[in-house]
């Protein structure tokens, strides 16, 4: 059975830092697609950031662009988020997603797997 696993989020003042993980288990996923969305409420899941494994090439939404960094974990298959500078806006529920093929990489219906989500809260 196929399971992404997200931690690591929590509460945070404006300016501090957070790092997401995400487990991967039931398969390889070392030729996917792994990326990171958020859903605030209210508001639909967004794109975040995502990474393609083999070549460890990395996209970012630009709300997020040199303040976060994607990449793999030491543990095989896993993922995580470095989160640097975090604003207010930044408060959602953050999802681990994977895909294999290697387009439409920013689309939350173009990923076969999910997470079940982490809460980031970002207040003074």
């Known amino acids: 059975q196929v399971q992404l696993v997200e931690s690591g989020g929590g509460l945070v003042q404006p300016g501090g830092s957070l790092r997401l993980s995400c487990a991967a288990s039931g398969r390889s996923f070392s030729n996917d697609v792994m990326a990171w969305f958020r859903q605030a409420p209210g508001k639909e899941r967004e794109f975040v950031a995502a990474i393609i494994r083999t070549t460890r090439i990395a996209s970012y939404a630009d709300s997020v662009k040199d303040r976060f960094t994607i990449g793999r974990g030491n543990a095989q298959d896993s993922l995580y988020l470095q989160m640097n500078s975090l604003k207010p806006d930044d408060t959602a529920v953050y999802y681990c997603?994977?895909?294999?093929?290697?387009?439409?990489?920013?689309?939350?219906?173009?990923?076969?797997?999910w997470g079940q989500g982490t809460q980031v809260t970002v207040s003074s």
């Open positions: 997603a994977a895909k294999k093929v290697i387009a439409t990489i920013t689309t939350p219906k173009a990923y076969d797997y």
